[in-house]
């Protein structure tokens, strides 16, 4: 079954408590990213990856790194959580038929993150 | 950075009406799509439309690139349609890089 996976899918920490949410997709997509939503603010794209080792930066990177080291993966790391780091986090994954043409973006299932 | 505007805000329909939702955008843009997030927060993919028009079933979905624009169709629409649409953009310059819209609620009652 094509699928993204993200792991935990909750999670409650404290501030300065290093934490990394992953994500893994199964259908050896190309593109990754993540996106954090919050109420108010729709759906912001935090980090995307076009490749193995090509990432760049969202609309809201700040306090937040990726890595992409292999195809199937790309983690998201909050080094040092503060309170504003609240909220739901979704991983995506899709294909692109060459420079131009997208093929459908596969959502993972959320992760719902709370930083006290 | 490019701004996404998207209405109406809210919509509330019965089962069996029609309905269209429009997403303005402020720039030129070689990338559209629209995703649809239902109640339980499970978020699809709709379309790619960076131009054009496409159907899928009772959705359909037309950009007019040149006026910045796109619009969303719902026919006969049923209460699975319920939830949160959204539109997303972005440009040849950052191609991955995409910027959504507030969302529109759509709300659809037996």
């Known amino acids: 079954e094509a699928q993204v996976t993200q792991n935990p899918r909750y999670l409650i920490t404290v501030t300065g408590k290093k934490l990394t949410v992953t994500c893994s997709q199964n259908?050896?997509?190309?593109?990754m990213s993540w996106y954090r939503q919050d109420p108010g603010l729709g759906l912001r794209q935090i980090y995307y990856?076009?490749?193995?080792?090509?990432?760049d930066k969202g609309d809201v990177p700040e306090g937040y790194k990726v890595s992409r080291k292999e195809k199937r993966n790309f983690p998201l790391i909050l080094e040092s959580p503060s309170p504003n780091q609240t909220s739901l986090y979704f991983c995506?994954?899709?294909?692109?038929?060459?420079?131009?043409?997208?093929?459908?973006?596969?959502f993972g299932p959320g992760t719902r993150l709370l930083v006290l | 950075g490019i701004q996404v505007e998207q209405s109406p805000p809210d919509l509330i329909l019965q089962e069996g009406a029609n309905s269209t939702l429009r997403c303005n955008f402020s720039?030129?843009?070689?990338?559209l799509q629209w995703f649809h997030q239902n109640p339980w927060g499970q978020l699809i993919n709709l379309f790619y439309?960076?131009?054009g028009t496409k159907q899928n079933g009772r959705l359909s979905a037309t950009t007019v690139a040149t006026e910045r624009y796109s619009l969303l169709y719902i026919s006969s629409s049923q209460t699975t349609d319920s939830g949160v649409y959204f539109c997303?953009?972005?440009?040849?310059?950052?191609?991955?890089?995409?910027?959504f819209g507030q969302g529109t609620i759509l709300t659809v009652h037996p």
């Open positions: 439309i960076p131009s």
């Open positions: 259908m050896n997509h190309e593109y």
């Open positions: 720039d030129s843009v070689n990338n």
């Open positions: 990856s076009m490749n193995v080792e090509v990432t």
């Open positions: 995506a994954s899709g294909s692109l038929r060459g420079q131009g043409i997208w093929e459908t973006q596969y």
């Open positions: 997303a953009v972005g440009r040849s310059t950052s191609y991955g890089k995409l910027t």
